[in-house]
């Protein structure tokens, strides 16, 4: 685990207060328009540290790494709205089944893997149902 500076903090901070997934630079503008002095790059390592300890998820969306605060130590898999970006948390037991007997079928032990499914939640769908007609 990485010290806990300052700007690692207000990152996290800053962070938890985003309900959905985040990119560095939007983050970043947040941080600046409260008044904050932290750099892109710090933005970017401090992103990347709390994603490597299990304090935020990471995701890639058009070339782009996105970011969300989570439950640290905690499995999980996601909705993601393509058009909002409204993120929920899911449990997806036949996915940890299917991951584990794949991996065991070939010889694979401690796997790991990240599932992210990505359609248009509600809200979305109904906008474009009511679009379309």
Same mark, same amino acid.
């Given at each position: 685990?990485?010290?806990?500076?300052?700007?690692?903090?207000?990152?996290?901070?800053?962070?938890?207060?985003?309900?959905?997934?985040?990119?560095?630079?939007?983050?970043?503008?947040?941080?600046?328009?409260?008044?904050?002095?932290?750099?892109?790059?710090?933005?970017?390592?401090?992103?990347?540290?709390?994603?490597?300890?299990?304090?935020?998820?990471?995701?890639?969306?058009?070339?782009?790494?996105?970011?969300?605060?989570? #439950?640290?130590?905690? *499995?999980?898999?996601?909705?993601?709205?393509?058009?909002?970006?409204?993120?929920?948390?899911?449990? /997806? =037991? !036949?996915?940890?089944?299917?991951?584990?007997?794949?991996?065991?079928?070939?010889?694979? #032990?401690?796997?790991? *893997?990240?599932?992210?499914?990505?359609?248009?939640?509600?809200?979305?769908?109904?906008?474009?149902? /009511? =679009? !379309?007609?």
């Amino acid at each position: 685990m990485k010290r806990n500076t300052w700007q690692r903090e207000a990152v996290k901070e800053a962070l938890d207060t985003s309900e959905n997934f985040v990119s560095a630079q939007a983050l970043h503008s947040t941080l600046r328009e409260s008044g904050s002095p932290i750099g892109l790059a710090t933005v970017y390592r401090a992103l990347a540290d709390l994603a490597s300890d299990g304090d935020a998820d990471s995701l890639q969306q058009e070339g782009e790494s996105l970011y969300r605060a989570c #439950t640290p130590n905690s *499995h999980h898999h996601h909705l993601i709205c393509r058009n909002c970006g409204l993120t929920v948390e899911i449990e /997806a =037991d !036949a996915v940890e089944e299917w991951a584990q007997s794949v991996a065991a079928q070939h010889g694979f #032990t401690r796997a790991n *893997h990240v599932v992210d499914v990505f359609g248009l939640c509600a809200a979305c769908s109904a906008l474009a149902a /009511a =679009d !379309a007609s």
